[in-house]
């Protein structure tokens, strides 16, 4: 009997040491933006685990990866088999709700983002998706609204700040939010508010500017995919196609979604 029970605590432990490997592996695979491997090991870690939140979570990050891939329809169906396991899952109603706007449905998207913010009334990821949708809307005081709430609870979310400068910016008071991007940056430089200020100057067709902006963006984060998306459309604008769609393919090798970037990477086929 002792034998036994020997036998069942050394099965258990081998199989929660491979466990833990294969969870792992999945990790790394979706660090190294490798999301062909990532949607293999998340969709394997699915089927078998049994325990429903986690579940829920290799569903999300399943469907994350399959977004990647540009495989839309398969990530709606792991989203929602991750909001069936886990119904209280916040982080879940945040991609359902992205997928949603991407794809059009702003409708729909607002549905998740309410119905989410009655589990976490302070998660800024709602607040800052709803205030793009009302600024693409023509909603400027709603959106306006959604980001000073954000800085309610969390004063320092960058992001809102961001967006309160780029709710200016998109609404030709471009000095003003050059303004912003100058107090930020002297509070503290960093590759957001770099590539944020780039894009600025690139409206204001400043591509001299842009450009210096967009560079140190890189320099400073080489990782982060929006600055290589802003380097393309500055050098779009400067008549650089070749390197602007090098740009591109390093975005989306970084994690882009290639679908968002579809009207930009046909000037890269056009001959």
């Given at each position: 009997?002792?034998?036994?029970?020997l036998?069942?605590?050394?099965?258990?432990?081998?199989?929660?040491?491979?466990?833990?490997?294969?969870?792992?592996?999945?990790?790394?695979?979706?660090k190294?933006?490798?999301?062909?491997?990532?949607?293999?090991?998340?969709s394997?870690l699915?089927?078998?685990?049994q325990?429903?939140k986690?579940?829920?979570e290799?569903?999300?990050?399943l469907g994350?990866?399959?977004?990647?891939?540009?495989?839309?329809d398969?990530?709606?169906?792991?989203?929602?088999?991750?909001?069936k396991?886990?119904?209280?899952s916040?982080?879940?109603?945040v991609?359902l709700?992205?997928?949603?706007s991407?794809?059009?449905?702003?409708?729909?998207?607002?549905?998740?983002?309410?119905?989410?913010l009655?589990?976490d009334?302070?998660?800024p990821d709602f607040?800052l998706?709803?205030?793009?949708?009302?600024?693409?809307?023509?909603?400027?005081?709603?959106?306006?609204?959604?980001l000073?709430?954000?800085?309610?609870?969390?004063?320092?979310?960058?992001?809102?700040?961001?967006?309160?400068?780029?709710?200016?910016?998109?609404?030709?008071?471009l000095?003003?939010a050059?303004?912003?991007?100058?107090?930020?940056i002297a509070?503290?430089?960093?590759?957001?508010l770099?590539n944020?200020?780039?894009?600025?100057?690139?409206?204001?067709?400043?591509?001299?500017?842009?450009?210096?902006?967009v560079?140190k963006a890189?320099?400073i984060?080489?990782?982060?995919?929006q600055s290589?998306?802003?380097?393309?459309?500055?050098l779009?604008?400067?008549?650089?196609?070749?390197e602007?769609?090098?740009?591109?393919?390093?975005?989306?090798?970084?994690?882009?979604?290639k679908?968002?970037?579809a009207?930009?990477?046909?000037?890269?086929?056009?001959?």
């Amino acid at each position: 009997m002792k034998k036994s029970l020997l036998l069942l605590a050394s099965i258990s432990l081998f199989s929660l040491n491979i466990y833990g490997q294969d969870k792992k592996t999945a990790e790394e695979c979706f660090k190294k933006a490798d999301y062909k491997c990532a949607e293999e090991q998340y969709s394997q870690l699915a089927e078998k685990e049994q325990i429903q939140k986690f579940k829920s979570e290799y569903y999300n990050y399943l469907g994350t990866a399959q977004r990647r891939l540009g495989k839309t329809d398969f990530a709606f169906k792991s989203y929602e088999k991750a909001l069936k396991t886990d119904p209280r899952s916040a982080s879940v109603y945040v991609n359902l709700a992205s997928l949603h706007s991407q794809k059009g449905d702003k409708t729909k998207a607002l549905e998740y983002i309410e119905n989410g913010l009655k589990l976490d009334a302070e998660n800024p990821d709602f607040y800052l998706m709803r205030s793009k949708i009302y600024d693409s809307q023509g909603k400027k005081e709603l959106a306006m609204k959604d980001l000073n709430q954000i800085l309610s609870f969390a004063p320092d979310n960058i992001f809102a700040k961001t967006g309160l400068a780029n709710l200016k910016k998109n609404n030709d008071d471009l000095e003003g939010a050059l303004k912003d991007y100058n107090k930020l940056i002297a509070e503290k430089p960093e590759s957001l508010l770099y590539n944020g200020r780039a894009d600025v100057y690139l409206k204001m067709k400043k591509t001299k500017e842009a450009l210096a902006d967009v560079s140190k963006a890189i320099s400073i984060d080489p990782k982060f995919a929006q600055s290589f998306v802003t380097k393309a459309m500055i050098l779009f604008e400067m008549a650089k196609p070749k390197e602007a769609c090098d740009n591109l393919n390093k975005a989306v090798g970084l994690g882009y979604e290639k679908a968002i970037l579809a009207d930009y990477f046909a000037k890269c086929t056009k001959k």
